[in-house]
């Protein structure tokens, strides 16, 4: 017997789901009133339809609509079908970087979401479990690990590009030219190999890919995204801005995607005045109406850790995550009604 999926809020097993979106699971109505207010900005109808599935050969349906004296019912041309609800898999050889691949909870994948973790992190199990938890509706999700281990820590974390003097320990800043030179040479090609795979061989529509990355992952997100060529969905970073070292560096390709920074105005690495300076840059890469930066009361350099922080996030991906309606397109008989 399979185990129950983990309530939303505190993590023990379930008892009960959202009726609405039947994705988000709860131990309790205490736990689940507890998270309405975040849940509810991003929670949609189930995509899954209730009555009749939506394969192609589904030719039973009724022949009641009938017209009317004045106006005649004339078959529209249609697709056999709806394009695939699940996607294929990305494959490992793809690129040399080590991913973990989640499919939508809901059954549909229609968006897919990257996540970048931030320096000295991995993968698994913080970001993984981080993808689960946000339950992103209809959204499959894919955590990258960092390509290169930092050295002499005593517990297994990763960096994407050389972050430390190796003799003194520290912190390297952009006038160090081996971190440019790392992402030019290793992790932006690797990157744009596993997009483009995603695109070409799972068929995700570059549209509906949506970035996301903390601190240094969301360096990499904003580069992948300005100097990918790929015109992806959005990009959404916490606590991270575009290395300097490409301030004066133009965008490659067409820049139509959209931008969130979220900063915290507590955070102790970057204060909130040289932040406002960072996004400038930001504005000036993706255009000023494709980007917004919001600070967030009380919040450090880390993740979200209140519904001030989580809410602004939430309803960015709510605006640019896609949704299909299942049930319309389950429909086998679809006419044009001409007078």
């Not at 097993?13 to 994705?23: A, D, F, I, L």
């Not at 800043?173 to 290793?186: I, N, Y």
């Not at 102790?268 to 919001?294: C, L, S």
Request: with cysteine.
């Amino acid at each position: 017997m399979s185990a129950k999926p983990p309530c939303n809020i505190c993590g023990i097993p379930s008892t009960t789901r959202c009726s609405r979106c039947k994705v988000v699971h709860y131990c309790s109505e205490a736990c689940q009133r507890k998270g309405w207010p975040s849940h509810k900005i991003a929670c949609t109808p189930s995509a899954a339809p209730s009555a009749k599935p939506t394969s192609s050969d589904n030719s039973s349906s009724s022949s009641s609509s009938s017209s009317k004296k004045s106006a005649t019912a004339t078959p529209l041309d249609t697709p056999s079908g709806p394009a695939p609800i699940r996607k294929v898999p990305p494959e490992a050889r793809c690129t040399t970087l080590n991913f973990a691949y989640q499919p939508s909870a809901d059954g549909v994948d229609e968006n897919l979401v990257f996540f970048f973790h931030g320096l000295g992190d991995k993968i698994s199990p913080g970001f993984v479990q981080l993808a689960q938890s946000m339950q992103l509706p209809q959204t499959a999700t894919c955590c990258v690990q960092a390509p290169t281990p930092i050295p002499l820590l005593e517990q297994e974390g990763w960096q994407w590009f050389p972050s430390f003097n190796n003799l003194t320990g520290e912190l390297l800043g952009p006038s160090s030219p081996e971190r440019m030179l790392q992402v030019k040479q290793v992790v932006r090609p690797q990157l744009i190999k596993l997009l483009r795979h995603c695109i070409d061989h799972c068929k995700f529509d570059p549209r509906k890919i949506v970035l996301f990355g903390f601190s240094q992952g969301g360096e990499i997100a904003l580069d992948l995204a300005a100097f990918g060529n790929l015109n992806l969905r959005a990009v959404v970073s916490v606590a991270g801005y575009l290395m300097e070292e490409s301030h004066n560096i133009d965008p490659v390709g067409k820049q139509n995607t959209r931008v969130l920074i979220l900063q915290g105005d507590k955070d102790e690495q970057r204060p909130v005045r040289e932040a406002k300076d960072r996004f400038k840059y930001i504005q000036r890469m993706f255009g000023k109406d494709n980007t917004e930066q919001k600070i967030v009361d009380g919040m450090g350099h880390g993740m979200p850790n209140s519904e001030s922080g989580w809410r602004p996030l939430m309803e960015f991906f709510a605006r640019n995550l896609d949704h299909r309606d299942l049930g319309l397109e389950g429909m086998t008989d679809v006419f044009e009604i001409k007078p």
